[in-house]
């Protein structure tokens, strides 16, 4: 029944979208909390009945070829409290009813894209998918239609929209080499076809793609103007989920099970993720602006993933799909700290701020879990990935890179120190004394996503040998 | 590839390329969002010939051009959206040139 | 051969136009010329739906697209045309240079082509793909275009006043 | 018994610490205080049984291996015993106090964390415990008074970053030893174990206090409930921190006497004995005095262990367990003050030893004790480390001395400020401390007392028995101890007593008050005592040593500095070059873009 994951948000859509709009707004807010939740749940608890009944009738009428490993669990996971979180957020932040009609809309576009992206086993899928989340996502940007928002969205449509000319010439000429597009003929196909020009620059153009669609460096310009120009609710979407299931997750996919990591594809890969790990987090390091700081850490810790990819030993891989995770949380947590700060305050500018714990105390003491979290301060779970990751580097041989890995936390909590001071630590600014906690629904995902912040990082062997 | 094949995978790709490097050009170069736009579709245009192309070498134009329609699909409500944000983006700056998409930076 | 050579030709010719031109509705034009060529193109390549498909909607649908986001936004005055031609000049006579230089390149390093063509499956009806093998890229276009009519609905409404 | 039996210890009180965010707010008391009272049962029936308890864990390739025997039935005991009285004293200490739930939660958890810390054979087990207690001691000083939460990161970051070594240390151990099961590793000291030692023991040595990883401590002392002051820094984290150093140097590495590391951790020893005591010595508050005493009193412990000879590992641990003992227990006793005048500002404090007879009398014992009186239980450990210290340098011997000559000064100004003196008109109500208070420290106080006069008893049945063969069959458990050693350690308190009582006269001629008693030199009181030629040389080196106190408080701050500001300033210019090639204009980004894909291209040429 794995396909529902697809289908059952898709048929929602339309019938919906049947209700009327005041209706609608409250109907689909249930309904998508139930999907997200109802999705956490049977990847968490993998009910029998769920996932070994295979649909007759529907593959009569729909074929629906999908592959689920520990990889896509994870990320379906992840999808799931992270869309439950974004529309906690959303209820929270927009008031206007034909905007939150249009926002659910939306999201349940990207849940079905994000969902099939993970789940489809065909190159040329991929791209449709990817397609389809990106394109929900320019929307939701440009929603508010403010100047600053259709900037970051026009930005990330055209640094999008070559990474997908470039993804789509890699699917060309793959299709050349191997005559098909799904993940089987293709890896067979490429593992025949030796290490000619062709194999090279196809590999090449996708991983291209894909680093744009993920933001590393050199590829990330969009991605800070685009994380800190979208609406609250689209901005922990953005940052928890969207470009880690097109960018990371897609990559992760096709660097172990088609392409296939070569020495080569790993040394570039474990190159961009340290580039990445250190212009980002220098780069934060001086941000005025809240969430264009954690969007410049949100590059920092993807070059960690890619780090751990490109390591490329089981531990390695083992270390960065738990870092996808923490950093989906965690990254979700800090935005969601960002939105009720800028919901409360009207600014995300961090001059403005200070000694917002006195205020703002929920707020404040997530926000330093999750920022202790993403500077891997133990016993927090964004900890033991990066701790995963470093031992195995470590392991590989690869010292120099580990020794890196672990300087650059270093400067990630750096950054996140000098924000906590302006922010919520020291004396409350003046004016700011009629500053209240942000309203439930903001307090309620921020408190959930410290839990598992905390919990997971106490219980992580369990959740390490979760499968 | 036979000796034909490989001549008309030639003179495609030559033209294919040229078709990027037009459409790269024109994005980076041109100040105007709609000549921005249009830039992408001769992107998108080359990799269309592409798909195409390699569905006829191989043999496999039927994969090629189910591929080729989706693309298309694609490609339409990307311009639709992208026409979408220019619009509202000349609303906003009574402007639609590229230069003054600026506010975000650092 | 020779008339495929001849398209190819004359499709560049419309790619330059389209980039040199400097009234934007005429860009556009240039647009649909590149888009009609590719479309005769993919007809002479054996696929007779996909060209149908190219020359309706890119040539067509793509066209109006542009032409529409250009009504919405005002043209430029006769004077500042003129000085728009000029920074032009001065920006886009480089591309004929590049082109000539990329072309040469491409010459010089010529890719080996000799590897083998794949093996490819027997099934070559492209209706039968479509509608039997890749029911989810189906999907993703009915999706796609939902999203499309909400980023419609979204974004082309009058802001209200 | 089963194996499986050790998982009891550490899931009962984990299981019980996470119910208590739940439970209802009657139940809480009783609930903390049966759960504790059976960890102290499981403790005292596990105690002297050998038990290997092993699964594989971690996706098959790790064993969950816990491991009980003498030692860590020992520091399991001695934990389990301190985590009961703590919960007694709480019952009523914190009544009416907000955070109650947390602060018993917390409590419980970590009695778990230790519990697992300690049976933990499988070093990357025990990271994770040791993890566990980090995060419960940020959240324990969190819910003290307001503000404590700045103290809660700081305590957080620096021990979080010497952890951060001590992970360093155990891939570093794991790759030479090839194995992560602490009793099958056994590394000789090659220049690379060397280093992973180092690492480790900054973990160990953090843990318990030691400098420079010690700035929090202070600050604690100040911001968080005072139980915890008690409970976490006073004993658990001595017990578990010389647990690990003792069990790094003694069976993970082949530590031999003469090697670079002991004289390493001799001088690490030797060092933090004497600044922290003198940093104690300018203190003017009862806690925070306390808290620098301390730190203090983890440089005995180091240097015994790091002489390396038998007679110092056994003064290190039998010091650990008495210091863990007299330091909970001065705790309390200010914890009792505080409660009852609800203040430990020693300047308004003074006479209160008719007021609170018991409490003083309870200090006086366990001051007694720390300051190495005989026949109390101080006096006992501190000889043995005296003992080995000298037989490794006399510079080491000196140290110890001089540490213990200003211990004993200090808690004799302490001692007079808050309970002897005169009274004060503030004061005037306040009464003897509630029962629930008085148990916990008279346990304590006749611990202290039995522990010293019976000094056999520990010795024989906790400590000696944990180094078995290396003892060669000696035993230091009696009066044997170096006769001069002792004479010369009795002179030194005399001599302390003497100073005291002499200044104390003298200051309260020049002052009105009794209680302000100060080495700190007021220039009014320098001048008096510049006319008195006999105390003179010792004013000139008080004072010039109060500077230098000064200067380490500085350097104190500057290591703050260091932890919150140095690493900012340097990629500040960088970052800033950095954020000004992020120019806004996307064909620049474009073009990033595009120079990447024919770098990634070229670099994937072969």
């Not at chain 1, 209820?91 to 999201?107: C, G, P």
């Not at chain 1, 100047?147 to 070559?162: M, P, T």
């Not at chain 1, 969207?242 to 570039?268: C, D, E, H, N, W």
């Not at chain 4, 205080?33 to 049962?41: R, Y």
Request: charged residues 10%.
């Amino acid at each position: 029944m794995v396909p529902l994951f697809v289908l059952i948000p898709f048929f929602s859509i339309i019938i919906l979208n049947l209700f009327p709009k005041k209706l609608m707004q409250h109907l689909s807010f249930v309904w998508l909390g139930f999907l997200s939740l109802a999705q956490v749940y049977l990847v968490a608890a993998r009910p029998v009945w769920f996932w070994d009944t295979k649909l007759e009738l529907w593959n009569l009428l729909f074929s629906f070829r999908y592959s689920v490993d520990v990889i896509t669990l994870v990320m379906l996971l992840c999808i799931g409290i992270v869309v439950f979180i974004s529309l906690l957020a959303s209820r929270a932040m927009i008031s206007d009813v034909h905007q939150r009609v249009n926002f659910k809309n939306l999201l349940l576009v990207s849940l079905i894209g994000m969902n099939a992206t993970v789940l489809v086993t065909d190159v040329f899928s991929l791209y449709v998918f990817i397609e389809i989340t990106a394109v929900s996502s320019y929307i939701m940007i440009a929603m508010n239609k403010d100047r600053l928002g259709l900037e970051g969205a026009f930005k990330y449509l055209i640094l999008s929209a070559i990474a997908t000319v470039m993804m789509l010439v890699a699917i060309s000429l793959l299709l050349l080499l191997t005559g098909n597009t799904s993940f089987e003929a293709v890896g067979a196909g490429l593992a025949g076809a030796g290490n000619s020009l062709f194999v090279r620059v196809s590999i090449g153009l996708f991983l291209c793609g894909l680093f744009i669609k993920s933001g590393l460096v050199p590829f990330h310009g969009w991605l800070p103007d685009a994380y800190s120009a979208a609406p609250a609710p689209a901005s922990i979407l953005l940052a928890g989920i969207v470009t880690k299931v097109s960018g990371v997750y897609v990559l992760m996919r096709l660097a172990i099970s088609v392409f296939g990591l070569t020495p080569s594809v790993q040394a570039l890969l474990m190159f961009i993720g340290a580039v990445s790990i250190i212009i980002g987090a220098v780069a934060a390091l001086t941000q005025t602006d809240f969430k264009r700081m954690l969007a410049y850490s949100s590059i920092s810790q993807i070059g960690y993933i890619i780090l751990g990819v490109g390591c490329g030993t089981k531990l390695a891989l083992i270390g960065a799909v738990f870092h996808l995770f923490n950093h989906a949380i965690f990254k979700s947590l800090l935005f969601v700290n960002a939105a009720s700060v800028e919901k409360e305050l009207g600014t995300t500018d961090m001059d403005k701020m200070g000694g917002l714990t006195q205020r703002m105390p929920v707020t404040g003491i997530t926000s330093v879990i999750g920022l202790l979290s993403t500077a891997g301060i133990p016993p927090l779970s964004g900890f033991w990935s990066k701790f995963i990751i470093i031992i195995a580097l470590w392991q590989a041989g690869n010292f120099g890179y580990a020794a890196f890995a672990l300087l650059a936390s270093i400067i990630t909590l750096a950054y996140f120190l000098s924000m906590q001071r302006k922010v919520f630590f020291g004396k409350l600014r003046s004016g700011l004394e009629n500053i209240k906690e942000s309203s439930m629904g903001l307090i309620v995902s921020q408190a959930v996503l410290a839990i598992i912040t905390l919990v997971v990082g106490l219980i992580f062997p369990l959740v390490i040998s979760w499968r | 590839m036979n000796l034909a094949g490989a001549q008309t995978f030639w003179y495609f790709y030559i033209a294919i390329m040229l078709l990027f490097v037009m459409g790269a050009y024109y994005i980076i170069a041109s100040f105007n969002l709609i000549r921005v736009l249009i830039g992408l579709e001769l992107l998108i245009k080359a990799v269309t010939l592409l798909s195409i192309l390699t569905g006829y070498l191989t043999h496999n134009e039927g994969l090629a051009q189910a591929l080729v329609i989706t693309l298309i699909v694609i490609e339409v409500v990307i311009m639709v959206v992208a026409g979408g944000i220019v619009v509202c983006i000349y609303r906003n700056n009574k402007s639609l040139d590229t230069r003054k998409l600026k506010e975000l930076k650092g | 051969m020779a008339l495929n050579l001849i398209l190819l030709v004359l499709l560049l010719v419309a790619g330059i136009w389209t980039v040199l031109t400097t009234r934007l509705v005429r860009s556009v034009v240039g647009l649909a010329l590149v888009s009609a060529v590719v479309s005769i193109l993919i007809f002479r390549l054996n696929s007779p739906l996909a060209a149908a498909f190219e020359l309706s909607v890119c040539a067509g649908l793509i066209s109006v697209i542009f032409v529409t986001t250009i009504s919405f936004t005002q043209r430029l005055t006769a004077e500042r045309l003129e000085e728009r031609r000029k920074e032009r000049l001065g920006k886009y006579w480089y591309l004929p240079v590049i082109l000539i230089i990329f072309g040469i390149l491409l010459v010089v390093f010529k890719p080996k082509l000799d590897f083998p063509l794949p093996q490819v499956p027997s099934e070559q009806d492209t209706r039968n793909i479509i509608w039997h093998m890749r029911h989810v890229d189906l999907l993703g276009q009915i999706l796609i275009i939902l999203a499309g009519v909400f980023g419609v609905v979204i974004l082309f409404k009058e802001p209200k006043k | 018994m089963k194996p499986s039996v050790l998982l009891l210890p550490i899931l009962i009180p984990a299981i019980f610490g996470a119910l208590m965010f739940i439970l209802p707010r009657k139940a809480r008391h009783t609930v903390a205080f049966l759960v504790a009272g059976i960890n102290l049962a499981l403790a005292i029936a596990l105690f002297r049984n050998n038990l290997i308890y092993s699964f594989p864990w971690f996706a098959g390739k790790i064993e969950f291996a816990l491991r009980l025997y003498q030692f860590s039935g020992f520091i399991m005991l001695s934990a389990a015993f301190f985590a009961f009285l703590i919960v007694i004293y709480s019952l009523n200490f914190m009544k009416g106090k907000n955070l109650q739930n947390q602060f018993y939660a917390y409590i419980l958890l970590c009695i778990a964390m230790a519990n697992g810390a300690v049976l933990a054979d499988n070093l990357l087990l025990l990271l994770f415990f040791w993890e566990g207690l980090l995060l419960i001691l940020f959240g324990f000083i969190a819910i003290g008074r307001p503000g404590a939460f700045k103290t809660a990161t700081k305590a957080f970051i620096i021990v979080g970053i010497s952890d951060l070594c001590m992970m360093i240390g155990i891939a570093l151990t794991w790759m030479q030893a090839g194995t992560l099961t602490i009793s099958k590793i056994n590394l000789a000291l090659t220049p690379m174990a060397g280093f992973a030692f180092i690492m480790l023991m900054i973990g160990a040595i953090s843990k318990a206090g030691s400098m420079p990883f010690h700035s929090w401590i202070p600050d604690a002392a100040d911001d968080a409930p005072l139980p915890f002051m008690a409970f976490l820094p006073a004993s658990l984290e001595k017990l578990l921190g010389i647990y690990f150093l003792t069990r790094i140097s003694l069976d993970m590495f082949k530590l031999a006497i003469g090697s670079w590391i002991s004289i390493l951790l001799m001088a690490i020893g030797a060092i933090t004995i004497i600044l922290a005591v003198m940093m104690a010595l300018v203190q003017k508050d009862y806690k925070r005095l306390l808290s620098y005493h301390a730190i203090s009193q983890v440089g005995y412990m180091i240097l015994g262990i790091g002489t390396c000879v038998p007679v110092g590992i056994v003064g290190g641990l039998f010091h650990m367990i008495n210091n863990a003992l007299y330091k909970s227990g001065l705790f309390l006793t200010g914890g009792a003050v505080e409660k009852q005048t609800g203040t430990t500002d020693l300047h308004s404090l003074g006479g209160l030893r008719f007021k609170m007879p018991i409490t003083c009398a309870c200090f006086l014992i366990t001051a007694a004790s720390i300051s190495g009186m005989p026949p109390f239980n101080g006096f006992f450990s501190k000889e043995l480390i005296y003992d080995a210290a000298l037989s490794r340098g006399m510079i080491f011997y000196l140290a110890a001395v001089v540490g213990s000559f200003f211990t004993a000064a200090s808690f004799l100004k302490l001692g007079h400020a808050a309970f002897f003196g005169k009274e004060r008109n503030e004061l005037k109500a306040v009464k003897e401390a509630p029962l629930s208070l008085l148990v916990p420290m008279i346990v304590i106080a006749l611990t202290c007392v039995i522990f010293g006069i019976f000094n056999y008893l520990p010795l024989n049945h906790f400590i000696q028995p944990v180094l078995g063969a290396r003892l060669e069959g000696h035993s230091y458990a009696g009066f044997h101890v170096n006769i001069v050693l002792t004479l010369i350690t009795i002179l030194v308190l005399a001599g302390a007593f003497i100073h005291h009582i002499f200044m104390a006269k003298l200051k309260g001629e020049g002052l009105k008050a009794a209680d302000d008693i100060r080495y700190a030199p007021v220039l009014s009181q320098t001048y008096d005592l510049a006319q008195k030629r006999f105390f003179d040389p010792y004013e000139i080196g008080l004072k010039g040593m109060n500077v230098f106190s000064r200067i380490l408080w500085a350097a104190d701050k500057g290591i703050d500095w260091v932890y919150n500001s140095f690493v900012p300033g340097v990629s500040y210019g960088v970052s800033k070059g950095i954020r000004r090639m992020h120019t806004g204009y996307y064909p620049v980004y474009i073009s990033w873009a595009l120079v990447g894909m024919f770098a990634v291209l070229y670099f994937l040429r072969k």
